[in-house]
């Protein structure tokens, strides 16, 4: 029985009955503001059949919003656990806080506030409860993804609720075919945004796109997108193995003479004059190397050095024209301008001490290339015959005296066959035309003189 004194509100049941839903209670002081500002019985719920109706209250006091500070540690969520609470020490400090915290002359708002001020220090002070939820990076997912994750997270909650069964359980096996779902999309997901991410650093790199890789290879995690770097085809994550790929890439840098990686990062190139200076450095470092490499080397004593770099085509090639006749001609004037033609005095000094070095045609003496360009009498019909246009047109830039002064030198002379680019500058005029039509009468003349070599050759055996 409720004292009559109490505002009620009855609720008249079907049979006859009353029953008390809501007490109204009116605070001390404070009768001149109404505390509740609407009551709501719900009765017109068709499927309750119980004798019970659920009572709606609305207070008029309310917290104002922006008296409620922001948490430093917003993002963490924790589970308050009620069941692990001190009952005690819960009672204590709520009476504590709230004797603190009196004051006669407080607004019903200030009140209301108040008195949740209070609850909450006791429930911090007596309740345990534990972090659900760091302020960790957030996922960064599409929205088809994000349904399959809280899928995922449904089907986890009904197989927690179902007792966490395991093999054969339905729960279980939807809860897995759920979590595979999600992972195999996200996987997807950031294999395209990885993929993108590369496309867009080759096709249009930007100064954006270069430093989030370089920084984020440098162990700077905070702005990067991707957690690989692409070297020789292969995806690298282990952060150990990419230091190694970096510091490999800082040490070509250094070998070409081209800017290092923390220079590159206070100025980068654009993509055209960067493509532009590392062809220049690579081609500059390896023709330096080859000509310093080939003065040691006496295979290449003919060949004229100084007019070979790399990434351009040589004159023996370029004189050449795409008939096959010619580029087999080519490749035997190559041989011979690299000195890997061989002949008997090249075989004897490389191969085996049974070779014979002496010219197996006409067996007077040692077959090397001054024999078989100018020497061997064997080959003296083809040799008057395609010879005497290349004296022609020589004598013809450079007079029949200066002929007479140095091509009477027989080593001088096979210099002219092999490689006049040699003599250019010195013997001969520097004319560009004039040394590519010797390199087409010369290639003609040691193409026949190798051809009679050959069928002398097999006609001897
Ligand atoms: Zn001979």
Redesign the pocket.
């Known amino acids: 029985m409720w004292p009559s004194s109490l505002n009620k509100f009855i609720h008249k049941l079907p049979d006859g009955n009353s029953r008390v839903m809501a007490i109204k209670i009116e605070l001390e002081n404070h009768t001149d503001l109404d505390i509740v500002d609407k009551i709501l019985i719900e009765n017109t719920c068709g499927n309750n059949l119980s004798t019970h109706v659920p009572v709606f209250c609305v207070l008029a006091a309310k917290i104002q919003s922006n008296n409620i500070k922001k948490s430093s540690n917003s993002g963490k969520k924790f589970k308050i656990e009620w069941d692990r609470a001190d009952l005690n020490k819960y009672q204590g400090k709520l009476k504590e806080t709230l004797q603190e915290n009196q004051s006669p002359n407080l607004t019903s708002t200030e009140l209301v506030g108040n008195l949740i001020y209070c609850l909450k220090k006791a429930e911090k002070f007596a309740i345990p409860s534990r972090i659900i939820k760091l302020n960790g990076p957030k996922l960064k997912v599409s929205a088809e993804t994000k349904i399959l994750l809280n899928i995922s997270k449904q089907k986890h909650r009904i197989w927690d609720i179902g007792g966490r069964k395991r093999g054969l359980d339905d729960s279980f096996k939807q809860l897995k075919e759920a979590k595979y779902n999600a992972r195999k999309m996200i996987r997807k997901e950031r294999a395209m945004e990885r993929e993108n991410f590369f496309s867009q650093l080759e096709q249009k790199p930007s100064s954006k796109t270069f430093f989030q890789l370089i920084k984020r290879n440098l162990g700077n995690n905070k702005t990067s997108v991707t957690q690989v770097i692409r070297h020789e085809e292969k995806d690298i994550t282990c952060p150990d193995e990419q230091r190694e790929v970096l510091a490999k890439t800082e040490n070509v840098l250094l070998q070409y003479s081209l800017p290092s990686i923390d220079e590159l990062l206070i100025f980068l190139p654009t993509k055209i004059k960067w493509k532009q200076s590392v062809r220049h450095a690579i081609n500059t470092f390896w023709s330096n190397k080859f000509r310093s490499l080939s003065k040691e080397n006496q295979t290449l004593i003919r060949l004229c050095t100084d007019i070979i770099n790399i990434g351009e085509i040589h004159p023996v090639w370029k004189t050449a024209t795409e008939i096959p006749g010619d580029t087999k001609k080519a490749i035997t004037k190559a041989r011979i301008l690299t000195g890997t033609y061989l002949l008997q005095a090249t075989k004897a000094k490389f191969n085996i001490g049974s070779t014979d070095p002496i ?7 040692e ?1 090397n290339l001054l ?2 360009l100018t ?5 003296e019909g083809v040799r008057r015959t395609f010879y005497a246009p290349l004296k022609q047109a020589v004598i013809n830039k450079i007079g029949i005296d200066q002929w007479k002064t140095n091509f009477q030198n027989r080593e001088t002379l096979s210099q002219l066959i092999v490689d006049c680019r040699k003599l250019a500058g010195s013997i001969l005029p520097n004319d560009n035309n004039f040394l590519n039509m010797v390199e087409t009468i010369s290639r003609n003349l040691c193409d026949k003189l190798h051809q009679q070599r050959l069928s002398q050759i097999n006609a001897l055996s």
């Not at 010219?359 to 003496?365: I, M, R, S, W």
């Not at 020497?375 to 080959?379: A, G, I, N, V």
């Open positions: 010219c197996p045609l006409c067996k007077l003496e077959e024999h078989f020497r061997c009498p064997s080959l």
